[in-house]
């Protein structure tokens, strides 16, 4: 914090470093702007930097002790006194740092291995304009930092289409301590990790640095596949919106390390966070927006898990993750037989994958044979966007061979598309490209798409207050 300025009164700062060697290079964020470091350097146990805010060249100098800088700063046309306290750990040099050569190798690899890999890479995107694409990032190396590289190549792969293949992230991934989601046509901050601001936990994203929240978000969904559904495509932006790599790579930030985000609170204030970017797991610790959490979001560290409401006369299944399922379902089936519930709900909106033939076998087989529970106005199953892979086609295989009414919104993926994924390592890099090597069809007749029977579409509202508008249309009494 730097106390009594003449224009800004106290002003929040954040200083974000990279060393290498004789070499000083990062950003000082501060009124709402991010100001990229042009000098500096370590010398007699003070950190000097410059940095322009604003045109103006501005200086920073201050003592380091242990975790902590305090010193003087000239800003623009005003100075004060300064104090900063390091807020994260030091940082390896990025996986991502190649020379453009470097990144040329990758790309040529890349263009050639794909169109053999993938059962069918041009299926959607046409050879010629897949080849020009590749041309163009060929030609915008030379002026390209490490994680625009990375995103050049992730949009190339994404023009595929499919939802299975994509490059993943290099493994020293910076993110921001924040989980925002879209409600309608707003993105909102669902939940803060450990050591980020809580001021920002339900607001709107209005800007990250820069860029107005819908600029950034039309930048980051050329990273998603292209051939998928809106909503799958708009739920992955999400996730990239406090990722550093890609917030960078599109040129967002000019940090993978830092960013500020402009918010809005529901009372219409408006104000700036800084958001110092966390390694990996560093921030597990998170608060959320919702007064409470819904069913749904409870026991979040089970992959399976069911309880009996009474109230409802009903069994409510949490199915997240194909772990060890013929234990699972087992006991499930167990439940259902001791119990003989009027309701059985299978929550498939947070699955992303596994082995659907265990589905099949361990889970929709059993059921479809318990005639009490498969029954129209008894069996439901509830999806949504992230129902992805092996749920989504055991999702269409319930549609399929079971009398169950499918309650929420269209799933993200597409029931026809290319699946089986495997992977290969680009030489340079060594990023891990994924790519599609069967086809399935789960849909054989009418649109490539699988609906809800009852589509319910929970607002930001409904999130906050810790309602699960689709499940109590289920327990209210839906036939």
């Known amino acids: 914090m730097v106390p009594q300025w003449g224009e ?12 290498d060697g004789p070499t000083y290079e990062g950003d000082v964020l501060a009124a709402g702007a991010s100001s990229p470091i042009v000098g500096g350097g370590m010398r007699g146990g003070h950190v000097q930097v410059t940095f322009k805010a604003g045109g103006d060249e501005s200086s920073l100098d201050g003592a380091l002790d242990g975790t902590r800088i305090h010193g003087h700063v000239v800003f623009g046309r005003d100075e004060g006194s300064l104090e900063l306290t390091r807020a994260g750990n030091p940082r390896p040099k990025p996986h991502v740092d190649l020379t453009p050569e470097m990144w040329r190798e990758d790309l040529h690899f890349l263009a050639r291995e794909l169109p053999k890999r993938h059962m069918s890479a041009f299926h959607f995107t046409p050879r010629d304009r897949f080849d020009a694409a590749v041309a163009e990032l060929d030609r915008d190396l030379p002026s390209l930092t490490g994680d625009g590289a990375w995103a050049g190549l992730d949009r190339i792969v994404n023009l595929v289409g499919d939802g299975h293949t994509y490059i993943r992230f290099p493994p020293d991934p910076p993110t921001f301590a924040f989980d925002i989601r879209h409600f309608g046509g707003e993105s909102r901050v669902v939940a803060v990790g450990k050591g980020g601001d809580a001021r920002a936990l339900g607001a709107r994203v209005v800007r990250i640095n820069e860029s107005p929240i819908e600029r950034v978000r039309e930048l980051l969904r050329p990273l998603t596949p292209v051939n998928e559904t809106p909503s799958l495509r708009e739920g992955r932006v999400d996730e990239l919106l406090a990722n550093g790599i890609a917030l960078h790579g599109v040129g967002v930030l000019t940090d993978r390390n830092a960013a500020t985000y402009a918010l809005e609170g529901d009372a219409g204030k408006s104000f700036v966070v800084f958001a110092p970017a966390v390694a990996p797991g560093e ?5 959320w927006a919702y007064e409470k959490p819904s069913l749904a979001r409870q026991r979040a560290d089970e992959t399976f898990w069911f309880d009996f409401l009474p109230a409802s006369n009903a ?3 949490n199915f997240r993750r194909y772990d060890d399922l013929a234990r ?5 089936m167990t439940a259902i037989d001791e119990r003989k519930p009027q309701k059985l709900v299978i929550d498939l909106r947070m699955n992303g994958g596994g082995d659907y033939t265990e589905g099949l076998k361990q889970l929709i087989e059993p059921i479809r044979q318990r005639a009490f529970i498969n029954a129209k106005g008894h069996l439901f199953v509830l999806i949504g966007p992230k129902t992805f892979s092996a749920a989504m086609s055991n999702a269409s295989h319930f549609r399929a061979m079971t009398n169950a009414t499918l309650v929420g919104q269209t799933i993200g993926e597409k029931p026809n598309s290319y699946q089986e994924p495997r992977e290969v390592k680009l030489p340079r890099s060594g990023l891990i490209v994924r790519y599609s090597t069967r086809y399935y069809t789960f849909a054989e007749k009418g649109e490539n798409l699988i609906r809800p029977d009852r589509e319910i579409i929970p607002s930001w ?12 249309w289920i327990l209210g009494g839906a036939k």
Do not use: M, Q, S, V
Request: hydrophobic share 45%; net charge negative; aromatic share 16%.
């Open 283 to 287: 921030h597990a610790a998170w608060t």
């Open 328 to 332: 699972h379902a087992a006991a499930l």
């Open 8 to 19: 800004f009164g106290d002003l929040e700062f954040a200083l974000n470093l990279y060393c």
């Open 315 to 317: 069994i409510y299944c």
């Open 461 to 472: 509202r409904d999130f906050r207050t810790g309602r699960d508008p689709e499940l109590e």
